[in-house]
């Protein structure tokens, strides 16, 4: 009922503390602004990942920077390396011990496609094991291309349908 | 770099070793010793030459086709008179070749003779605990061998659980045909300027003939 | 009605105990991902209580299979895969590689590519250090330690961007020279950030060097004595740790280094704390050769001139002129043509000694090559060192060692 009294039509005790706005937006602005990485540090790669987080890439600008070595407490992994076959299984085992919703950013060639490692050791990318979102290309990338794949990441995750897969 | 310092010792083991014979070597000074005799060889270059640091350990695979075929052989570095000096010992077996382990004159070949075991199959003898170190245990292959394929043979994956989660396995890496050398023997070709595989008749798309 | 309970005889428990210590060991399984093994190293550890009992690394997470792929390419080729080898030094390793390929084939540098190999070896050697010392402030509780270093080997790789076109995987050496020649006022700008960079590396060593909870973590833990480094084969900053005054780059010069005054600096106890302040010293006395090798910087040639079979001609030349052109095709595709015979050269790398054994049976691809990665020699150790020691202590140690999985898996 829409009130003729014009008094009541603005109540700024009510109108700063509230914002109306889809749930599904709301979840994922929260999910991409803290999206803390597990940085699945293997090889090369991991000496970037740790370039990109320290001062003069600064990856906290994007909310990323809370680096959990704890797989639980983790929303993306960061596959910065060559996964060989005698790892692959552990960082599958650390992929299924992340909690929903999860994600996988496979930082350079070696951990999309192999690389330059074509041999009897190496996995031919990490995407055999574990599904992968975003792939960078490099080797290593430089840490404003994984800065990129970050916010690729973050455009990603603001485009999925939270609130169905919530209660799907 | 001459080392007119470390010919010294090479004929002092000459004298000492009468099965020794000198080594064909580019650089550092080289001796070939029996397989029998390498312990005592090690023994005597550590105590009485002062090699007091073993550096490395590996086995050479002269192919399948050659016999000998597996060559142990070991770098002595002298942290006193800053020389090397490589000592070569022939396996007398090209099945399952064998060496006798230096354990108990250098804790460093503990890992060394571990390597080479799992990568070459060399079984030193006496080691305490010869065991894989690079590939898993169960790892049915050893890879620097000659005959066996840079790109790998399809075995499991070491975890059954992720295995059988992922259906993945340990597959032959992608190789296009390669290895990536194409030694060009013959005609030469010159709009081909490039670096291309041995064999271009397969590659992801299509697999490889029979 | 009184039901009948017996309440577990906890006391006569912990009294047998206390005469037979017997308790039972805890298996414990560190890594392979796990932010203080520095990559994907494994310890299996057995446990009485916080004490390790027994300590048996895991290795092989990061073998790509070097070795292999070596047996499989050119020498050129394989310029590349050196890099990744130490990924923390890769300018040191790629001259370790050339080195060892140029006494293959009997190649003398010029003074020029010389020196700009020692200049990089001992850029390399301040940014692996660097790295090292960061990731061991972190280890042992101190952050800010990585962002200071962190900061430093930024402006390193600016420098290095700029040389080599790549922030670290740089392949810059070629065997019989280097790929480019220096930038015109790259060296000048090297100065400049050594003179910045001393203050700032003593603003850094200052955050640990007294540092109470840092001295408290490292100082008479992790001893190694002379005997067991030798004989362990260790070598680098944890041989010289031990006391040992073992340096190649003074016991057996390559690229003349005999022509430059540098310290080695060794430790006396050879606890981890030794090992730090070795790695520190270092950095200083690798500000110093860097100085004195461009102060006299020669002129001449980035690249043999007798290595016209094994370093590619000019791209201009190659355009222009048939035998060039039929000479680039040859090393291209067949590879430098070697000698048949055996080598091992051994750098001092950052790590250590970087050694590389090559089987040559002719022509343009290794018969075998085998790296001395020295981290793979440098953790051999680990069983014995942390027998007796504290779970928080094997941290500290491994941080100490400072390794690379990368060479030592290869």
């Given at each position: 009922?829409?009130?003729?009294?014009t008094?009541v039509?603005?109540?700024n005790k009510?109108e700063?503390?509230?914002?109306i706005?889809?749930l599904d937006?709301v979840?994922?602005?929260?999910?991409?602004?803290s999206?803390?990485?597990?940085p699945m540090?293997l090889?090369?790669?991991?000496?970037e990942l740790?370039?990109?987080?320290?001062?003069r890439?600064d990856?906290a600008r994007?909310?990323?920077?809370?680096?959990?070595f704890?797989?639980?407490?983790a929303?993306?992994m960061?596959?910065?390396?060559t996964?060989?076959?005698?790892?692959a299984?552990h960082v599958?085992?650390?992929y299924?011990?992340?909690?929903?919703?999860?994600?996988?950013?496979?930082?350079?060639?070696c951990?999309?496609s192999?690389g330059?490692?074509?041999?009897?050791?190496t996995l031919q990318?990490?995407?055999?094991?574990v599904?992968?979102?975003?792939?960078?290309?490099?080797c290593?990338?430089?840490?404003?291309?994984?800065l990129?794949?970050?916010?690729?990441?973050?455009?990603k995750?603001?485009k999925?349908?939270?609130?169905?897969?919530?209660?799907? | 770099?001459s080392?007119?310092v470390?010919?010294?010792?090479?004929?002092?083991l000459?004298?000492?070793?009468?099965?020794?014979?000198?080594r064909?070597?580019?650089?550092h000074p080289?001796?070939?010793?029996p397989m029998?005799?390498?312990?005592a060889?090690?023994?005597?270059?550590?105590?009485?030459?002062?090699?007091?640091?073993?550096?490395?350990?590996t086995g050479i695979?002269w192919?399948?086709?050659?016999?000998?075929?597996?060559?142990a052989?070991?770098h002595l570095?002298?942290?006193t008179k800053?020389?090397?000096?490589?000592?070569?010992a022939?396996?007398?077996d090209?099945?399952?070749?064998?060496?006798?382990?230096?354990t108990?004159?250098?804790p460093a070949a503990?890992?060394?003779?571990r390597?080479?075991?799992?990568?070459?199959?060399?079984?030193?003898?006496?080691?305490?605990?010869l065991?894989?170190?690079?590939?898993?245990?169960?790892?049915?292959?050893?890879?620097?061998?000659?005959?066996?394929?840079?790109?790998?043979i399809e075995t499991?994956?070491?975890?059954?659980e992720?295995a059988?989660?992922?259906?993945?396995?340990?597959?032959?890496?992608?190789?296009?045909?390669?290895?990536?050398?194409?030694?060009?023997k013959?005609?030469m070709?010159?709009?081909?300027?490039?670096?291309?595989a041995k064999?271009?008749?397969?590659?992801?798309?299509?697999?490889?003939?029979? | 009605?009184?039901?009948?309970?017996t309440?577990?005889?906890?006391?006569?428990k912990?009294?047998?105990?206390?005469?037979e210590?017997?308790?039972?060991?805890?298996?414990?399984?560190m890594g392979?991902?796990?932010p203080s093994t520095?990559?994907?190293?494994?310890?299996?550890l057995?446990?009485?209580?916080?004490?390790v009992?027994?300590c048996?690394?895991?290795?092989g997470?990061?073998?790509?299979?070097?070795?292999?792929?070596?047996?499989?390419?050119?020498?050129?080729?394989?310029?590349?895969?050196?890099?990744?080898?130490d990924?923390?030094?890769p300018?040191?390793?790629?001259?370790?590689?050339?080195?060892?390929v140029?006494q293959?084939?009997?190649?003398?540098?010029?003074?020029r590519v010389?020196a700009?190999?020692?200049?990089?070896?001992e850029m390399?050697?301040?940014?692996?250090h660097?790295?090292?010392?960061?990731a061991?402030?972190?280890?042992?509780?101190?952050?800010?330690v990585?962002l200071?270093?962190?900061?430093?080997r930024?402006?390193?790789?600016t420098?290095?961007?700029?040389?080599t076109?790549?922030?670290f995987?740089?392949?810059y050496?070629?065997?019989?020279?280097?790929?480019?020649?220096?930038?015109?006022g790259?060296?000048?700008r090297?100065?400049?950030?050594?003179?910045?960079?001393l203050p700032?590396l003593?603003e850094i060593?200052?955050?640990l060097?007294r540092?109470?909870?840092?001295m408290?973590?490292?100082?008479?833990?992790?001893?190694?004595?002379?005997e067991?480094?030798?004989?362990?084969?260790?070598?680098g900053?944890?041989?010289?740790?031990?006391?040992?005054?073992?340096?190649?780059?003074?016991?057996?010069p390559?690229?003349?280094?005999?022509?430059y005054?540098?310290?080695?600096?060794?430790?006396s106890?050879?606890?981890?704390?030794?090992?730090?302040?070795?790695?520190g010293?270092?950095?200083?006395?690798?500000v110093?050769?860097?100085?004195?090798?461009i102060a006299?910087?020669?002129?001449?040639?980035?690249?043999?001139?007798?290595a016209v079979?094994?370093?590619?001609?000019k791209?201009?030349k190659v355009?222009t002129?048939?035998?060039e052109l039929i000479n680039?095709?040859?090393?291209?595709?067949?590879?430098p043509?070697?000698?048949?015979?055996e080598v091992?050269?051994?750098a001092?790398?950052?790590?250590?000694?970087?050694g590389?054994?090559?089987?040559?049976?002719g022509g343009?691809?290794?018969w075998?090559?085998?790296?001395?990665g020295?981290?793979?020699?440098?953790?051999?150790?680990?069983?014995?060192v942390?027998?007796d020691?504290l779970?928080?202590?094997?941290?500290s140690?491994?941080?100490?060692?400072?390794?690379?999985?990368?060479?030592?898996d290869?």
């Amino acid at each position: 009922m829409v009130s003729p009294n014009t008094d009541v039509a603005f109540d700024n005790k009510i109108e700063g503390d509230i914002v109306i706005s889809r749930l599904d937006a709301v979840i994922n602005w929260v999910r991409t602004n803290s999206m803390w990485p597990m940085p699945m540090g293997l090889a090369c790669c991991a000496i970037e990942l740790m370039g990109t987080a320290s001062a003069r890439f600064d990856i906290a600008r994007f909310g990323a920077e809370v680096m959990r070595f704890s797989p639980r407490q983790a929303d993306c992994m960061i596959v910065a390396g060559t996964v060989t076959y005698k790892m692959a299984p552990h960082v599958r085992r650390i992929y299924d011990q992340m909690s929903e919703p999860k994600w996988v950013i496979a930082m350079g060639a070696c951990a999309s496609s192999g690389g330059m490692y074509r041999s009897y050791a190496t996995l031919q990318g990490v995407d055999r094991i574990v599904p992968v979102d975003v792939y960078v290309s490099g080797c290593p990338p430089r840490p404003e291309a994984l800065l990129d794949a970050l916010i690729k990441l973050q455009d990603k995750v603001k485009k999925t349908p939270s609130l169905r897969n919530l209660t799907a | 770099m001459s080392d007119t310092v470390a010919a010294e010792p090479v004929a002092d083991l000459l004298a000492k070793f009468s099965e020794a014979t000198p080594r064909e070597s580019l650089d550092h000074p080289a001796v070939n010793v029996p397989m029998k005799d390498a312990v005592a060889v090690l023994q005597w270059l550590r105590d009485e030459q002062s090699y007091d640091f073993l550096v490395d350990v590996t086995g050479i695979d002269w192919s399948e086709t050659t016999s000998p075929r597996f060559t142990a052989v070991w770098h002595l570095f002298s942290t006193t008179k800053h020389t090397y000096i490589r000592i070569a010992a022939d396996c007398t077996d090209d099945a399952n070749p064998s060496a006798p382990t230096a354990t108990g004159l250098f804790p460093a070949a503990d890992w060394h003779e571990r390597e080479t075991f799992d990568l070459m199959g060399i079984t030193f003898e006496g080691h305490p605990d010869l065991r894989r170190i690079l590939m898993w245990d169960g790892y049915p292959h050893h890879p620097l061998r000659k005959e066996f394929p840079l790109a790998g043979i399809e075995t499991e994956l070491p975890d059954i659980e992720v295995a059988d989660e992922t259906q993945a396995k340990v597959i032959s890496a992608p190789m296009m045909g390669g290895p990536f050398v194409a030694s060009n023997k013959g005609e030469m070709n010159l709009t081909d300027a490039e670096p291309r595989a041995k064999d271009e008749s397969w590659n992801e798309a299509k697999p490889k003939p029979e | 009605m009184a039901t009948e309970f017996t309440v577990p005889d906890a006391g006569a428990k912990t009294a047998a105990a206390s005469q037979e210590f017997e308790t039972e060991k805890m298996s414990l399984a560190m890594g392979p991902s796990h932010p203080s093994t520095h990559g994907v190293l494994r310890l299996q550890l057995e446990l009485d209580g916080e004490t390790v009992t027994n300590c048996d690394p895991v290795l092989g997470y990061l073998h790509r299979g070097d070795e292999k792929i070596a047996e499989n390419m050119t020498y050129n080729q394989f310029v590349p895969y050196t890099d990744r080898l130490d990924y923390l030094a890769p300018l040191a390793n790629n001259a370790a590689y050339a080195a060892a390929v140029e006494q293959l084939a009997d190649i003398k540098i010029p003074e020029r590519v010389q020196a700009i190999r020692v200049i990089t070896s001992e850029m390399a050697r301040v940014s692996s250090h660097l790295m090292g010392l960061g990731a061991y402030g972190i280890d042992v509780g101190a952050w800010s330690v990585f962002l200071y270093t962190f900061t430093e080997r930024e402006k390193l790789y600016t420098l290095f961007e700029e040389l080599t076109g790549a922030r670290f995987t740089t392949s810059y050496s070629r065997i019989g020279g280097v790929s480019r020649d220096v930038p015109e006022g790259w060296n000048e700008r090297v100065l400049e950030f050594c003179d910045q960079f001393l203050p700032i590396l003593d603003e850094i060593l200052k955050l640990l060097t007294r540092n109470k909870i840092f001295m408290d973590r490292t100082v008479d833990v992790g001893i190694i004595s002379a005997e067991d480094a030798i004989g362990y084969g260790l070598s680098g900053p944890n041989l010289r740790g031990s006391g040992v005054k073992s340096d190649l780059r003074k016991d057996r010069p390559y690229w003349g280094y005999e022509q430059y005054e540098f310290d080695v600096p060794v430790g006396s106890k050879g606890d981890c704390y030794d090992r730090y302040l070795c790695r520190g010293e270092e950095m200083k006395q690798s500000v110093r050769i860097i100085r004195q090798a461009i102060a006299k910087f020669p002129a001449g040639d980035y690249y043999a001139k007798d290595a016209v079979r094994i370093f590619a001609p000019k791209k201009d030349k190659v355009m222009t002129s048939m035998e060039e052109l039929i000479n680039n095709f040859m090393i291209v595709t067949e590879g430098p043509q070697m000698p048949a015979g055996e080598v091992y050269f051994e750098a001092e790398n950052p790590k250590g000694t970087l050694g590389f054994f090559i089987v040559s049976k002719g022509g343009g691809v290794p018969w075998r090559l085998k790296i001395r990665g020295p981290s793979f020699c440098n953790l051999s150790i680990l069983p014995k060192v942390c027998q007796d020691e504290l779970v928080s202590d094997v941290v500290s140690i491994l941080g100490s060692l400072d390794f690379v999985m990368g060479e030592c898996d290869r």
